[in-house]
């Protein structure tokens, strides 16, 4: 065979591969929405589940899920925010910086697993708070905490200098030109970031299942707030939708467990789409009212 | 003069002092782990009197055992190493394909298309993986080839996927990084596409990619709930490839709970997740040692 042959070959052989890739993300969207089919039911989205009997719901799951990305955020993107403003702008190059980077690097391929361990040691028995929201929120704010830093860094680096400059000139400090300019200017780039780590926190498991627990107290919205059955109690054990899902394929008891299951992955899989559609949006959007083009922003790839 | 200090200590000195600290908090985090992780993991060591070359090297786990407790860990890691090697065996010959064609062969499709289907194959969490995996090619090959279907296979396939993106990106980025005038310079020595891509392109791209190779292989060695879900955790050692087996993580997730804090079995899983650790710092260290080369 000769070079052209070959050449021709492969590149079929790539077209093959790459279609294929393609049409196992449609085949395995295609499996959990079908197998979930029926899973926006009032009754299973927000109904209680069931120890016993089928037709239970996940409504404590579900808000468990997006109560504990709320308190992820309300920690990790000021903390995030913060040490990417300080790789950015204020770090200097060095032994120190280096170190700094180390532990980042180190952090962001922590198995999982084991920031949960960590979390149980720490937030779990050292703290005496048991199983809690927010002592898995704090584990789940370790494992953002690496690319919430690298989305800041990148996207502060990225403001164009002439900006920051104008900003010195006029007699602003760092600080004030950071603050008013650059986080302003950086602000596409930081939504996007934040959506995308949205997705990945609210489809944790791991880390969550020795520090937020493996249930969920029975839920009274009128009981006071120091209460165990108090939904907003962030000191109270709370089982998510991800972590429900391994509970039902490893322990489920109840005769309807995979068809539960199923649903709860379709749940979880079309908020993680919808999440990543929203953050690509949104990204368009604001580039768009800020510079008035219709060049469109990349949404980066944050592992 | 005082009016002008307070302003510069609210303007810029309280700004700085705050972000220097969220800096200094990665740092301290990082540390902490260490510290309580291989803090906890040496008790067994030093308190249950479990010998280290008895847990690295000794396939007997019998840890509940009332006379005669066992501690050998190999079956764990042996287990975590072959299913995480399967999988980057497969997925990183498709992941620098893909790499390839997103750059050279039809950038618009792989822009297009490619890419935000490597991005969504990214943010499926691993619980679904998993839930996939048992639902899908557990009966597939238990119907097929035979046996529980629970097994390497089933984890190694599971696997793959899962860490394609991460290679993919990354060999993508690597091959975008290398110079256009190879591809010409090849093309000017009278080289085919595919000859130029073989011949200059992958291989000045090699380190990076390779970086790209080392950290799906890390993402797949401490990945936990996707392959616990299907690798059907029995206490042994893989004979053939649809065998069940056991990994590291597995037994983290599943037995954790079920001891109690300051027995030797508790003891010797704190040490178990101290080789995690341990072992994830070395893949670590061999990314840096391949940006050094």
């Keep these: 065979m000769n070079a052209r042959s070959i050449d021709k070959l492969w590149t079929f052989i790539l077209y093959i591969i790459s279609s294929l890739i393609v049409l196992l993300l449609i085949y395995l969207l295609w499996e959990i929405i ?80 084991v920031v949960g361990l960590f979390g149980l040691l ?47 000139g006029l007699g602003a400090t760092k600080w004030q030109t950071i603050v008013k300019i650059s986080i302003p200017t950086a602000i596409p780039q930081l939504i996007t970031g934040i959506i995308l780590s949205a997705g990945r926190i609210f489809g944790e498991a791991a880390a969550l299942i020795y520090t937020a627990g493996l249930t969920t107290p029975i839920l009274n919205s009128v009981a006071p707030i120091n209460s165990q059955m108090n939904p907003f109690n962030i000191f109270r054990p709370a089982e998510t939708l991800a972590v429900h899902i391994w509970k039902l394929n490893s322990e489920g008891i109840v005769p309807d467990a995979p068809e539960i299951a199923a649903k709860s992955a379709a749940v979880l899989i079309v908020m993680v789409l919808l ?20 060049r469109k922003v990349k949404v980066k790839e944050i592992m | 003069m005082k009016i002008r200090k307070k302003n510069y200590f609210a303007n810029e000195y309280l700004g700085r002092t705050l972000v220097t600290f969220c800096g200094i908090l ?57 299913v995480s090697i399967g999988a980057v065996i497969i997925a990183a010959p498709i992941a620098i394909a893909l790499a390839i064609f997103m750059n050279y062969i039809s950038p618009i499709f792989g822009d297009k298309i490619l890419k935000p289907v490597l991005e969504i194959l990214v943010g499926i969490p691993s619980v679904v993986y998993g839930f996939l995996g048992v639902t899908i090619l557990v009966p597939i090959i238990r119907n097929h080839i035979g046996g529980v279907g629970f097994s390497l296979m089933a984890g190694i396939i599971v696997l793959s996927i899962m860490i394609l993106p991460t290679i993919a990106s990354i060999a993508s980025d690597a091959i975008r990084a290398v110079p256009k005038d190879y591809l010409e310079a090849s093309y000017g020595l009278g080289s085919t596409r595919w000859q130029a891509i073989t011949k200059a392109i992958v291989p000045a791209a090699t380190t990076n990619v390779l970086t790209g190779v080392v950290l799906g292989l890390a993402r797949a ?24 087996t056991v990994t590291l ?14 027995t030797p079995w508790n003891n010797a899983l704190w040490s178990l997740a101290m080789i995690l650790l341990l072992i994830s710092f070395f893949f670590i260290l061999i990314i840096r040692l391949i940006g050094k080369r």
């Excluded at chain 1, 009754?43 to 992820?72: D, E, H, K, M, W």
């Excluded at chain 1, 028995?125 to 929201?133: R, V």
């Excluded at chain 1, 999440?275 to 219709?294: E, M, Q, V």
């Excluded at chain 2, 260490?34 to 070359?53: A, C, E, M, P, R």
């Design chain 2, 221 to 244: 060695f401490g990945e936990a709930l996707a392959v616990q879900m299907v690798i059907g955790n029995t206490l042994q050692f893989p004979k053939s490839i649809f065998d069940p």
């Design chain 1, 275 to 294: 999440f990543n559609l929203l953050a690509r949006l949104i990204a368009n959007f604001i580039h768009r009212r800020y510079t008035g083009s219709k």
């Design chain 1, 122 to 168: 720490v937030f779990v028995t050292m703290t005496g708070w048991g199983y809690s929201l927010i002592g898995g929120s704090l584990a789940i704010t370790i494992l953002n905490l690496p690319s919430l830093t690298r989305v800041s860094e990148t996207a502060l680096l990225d403001v164009p200098k002439n900006i920051k400059e104008g900003s010195f």
């Design chain 2, 26 to 82: 990665m740092v301290l985090t990082t540390i902490l782990i260490i510290i309580f992780i291989v803090g906890k993991g040496i008790q067994s060591f030093t308190q249950s009197n479990i010998s280290l070359f008895e847990m690295l090297f000794s396939p007997n786990w019998s840890p509940n055992d009332a006379q005669n407790p066992r501690f050998g860990a190999l079956k764990f890691i042996t287990g975590s190493i072959v």
């Design chain 2, 249 to 262: 993580t597995g037994i983290l997730t599943m037995d954790m709970a079920n001891t109690m804090n300051g």
């Design chain 1, 34 to 113: 079908s197998n979930g089919w029926g899973f926006w039911d009032p009754n299973f989205l927000f109904g209680r589940p069931s120890n016993t009997q089928a037709g239970g719901g996940i409504g404590p799951q579900l808000f468990n899920s997006f109560y504990i990305l709320v308190l992820t955020l309300a920690i990790s993107i000021p903390l995030g925010l913060g040490s990417g403003i300080y790789l950015a702008e204020y770090a200097k190059p060095g032994k120190f910086l280096s170190f700094v980077r180390l532990c980042i690097e180190t952090l962001a391929s922590l198995p999982s697993i």
